[in-house]
Structures are given as structure tokens and as C-alpha cells.
């Protein structure tokens, strides 16, 4: 794991981000969380390592998971990396009528972002999940639809939506090519 010098995690790094992301207030959050706002200043400075039980209610107030809360303090300490073209992953979705590359070297970071090829007269199934996307047409044109909303997106548009809206294009007549960043990753 990642480290602060002593062997522990930036996990008090995440929890302030995540904490003030959200907009809650230290005192707020520690009374959420039943602990002293102190004991909670600690945490967040990493100066305080907190029990099992006080990780899973931190998870809990930010509806993740103690692992993934791991992760993204091990994320924090990760060096940059280059994807080659010739080394990216290639994601499929069941249903899935276009490839998608990823263009990050794995999932473990902030951030998914994905590289798809649409083929023409294809459309996608419909998407829902938790965070926000992010688009941008790099070819082509495609009808999206973020709920009951059509956008007829083309070359050079982006759009941004929030993730738990259901989510597909459509009517994609030629190929297309459109550039996803997508936060939390969801794949």
C-alpha cells in the first residue's frame, strides 16, 4: 500500500476530500459519525489510524465501501503512467455494439476514461449508475438521450450529465468516435 513513511495510508487524505467534495463540515460529519470532531480532525490528518467499526460507518456516510476507500488512498501515491496505443485494454459490455478502450492503465484511480469506436446503425443499451459522465465527440455524429432529453451531438460537442440519469445513443448513422470520462468508475 501506499504510504505516509510510518507504514499506514493517506486514508485521512480521502476522507477530508470526500468530506469536503460533499460539502459537510467537519463537526457535522463527526457527529454523523458519533466520534469527536477532534478524533475525526485526526483521522483526516492521519494522525489517528480508525478502528474497523469506524471504517465501515465512514464508508457507510459515503455509500463506498472500506475497500474502495483503500484503493483511492493507494491511488493517491501512484506514480503516473503512460498507456501505449498498442497496449490499452479493450472494455466490453455485455450488449455492447462498439469497442471501448480504456485509456487509463486500470480502474483503481478517480477516474475511468474510455476511448469508444462506434460502429454505424448501432445504439447502445441503456446506462445507469453512480457519479458523472462526461463526453466528447471526436468523429462522427450520435443521438444521446440523458433521461427524457435528445441531444443530437456532433463532432467537437461534449456534454456532461449526471450518471444516475438513465443514459444511451442511438441513431449513430456513420461511425463515431467519443471520448468518456466517467467519475467514480462504474465498469
Not at 469536503?20 to 477532534?38: F, H, N, Q, V
Not at 488512498?73 to 471501448?100: C, F, H, Q, Y
Request: glycine letters at 10%.
Amino acid at each position: 500500500m501506499g504510504g505516509d513513511g510510518n507504514g499506514g495510508t493517506r486514508l485521512g487524505t480521502v476522507l477530508a476530500r470526500l468530506r469536503k467534495e460533499r460539502g459537510i463540515p467537519l463537526r457535522d460529519m463527526a457527529r454523523k459519525l458519533e466520534l469527536s470532531a477532534g478524533y475525526l480532525s485526526q483521522i483526516e490528518r492521519d494522525l489517528a489510524v480508525p478502528s474497523i467499526q469506524t471504517l465501515a460507518k465512514i464508508a457507510d456516510a459515503f455509500d463506498t465501501s472500506i475497500g474502495r476507500l483503500f484503493e483511492q488512498a493507494d491511488s493517491l501515491d501512484a506514480r503516473p503512467m503512460v498507456v501505449r496505443r498498442e497496449a490499452r485494454k479493450i472494455v466490453l459490455w455485455r450488449g455492447s455494439t462498439s469497442r471501448n478502450e480504456l485509456l487509463v492503465p486500470d480502474l483503481k484511480g478517480q477516474l475511468e476514461v474510455i476511448l469508444s469506436r462506434i460502429r454505424a446503425g448501432r445504439k447502445s443499451r441503456v446506462y445507469r449508475h453512480h457519479g458523472e459522465e462526461f463526453g466528447y465527440v471526436l468523429q462522427g455524429r450520435l443521438e444521446f438521450w440523458v433521461g427524457e432529453e435528445r441531444f443530437e451531438l456532433r463532432r467537437g460537442d461534449a456534454i456532461r450529465f449526471p450518471a444516475m440519469v438513465p443514459h444511451w445513443w442511438s441513431k449513430c448513422r456513420r461511425a463515431a468516435q467519443v471520448l468518456w470520462v466517467i467519475t467514480p468508475p462504474s465498469w
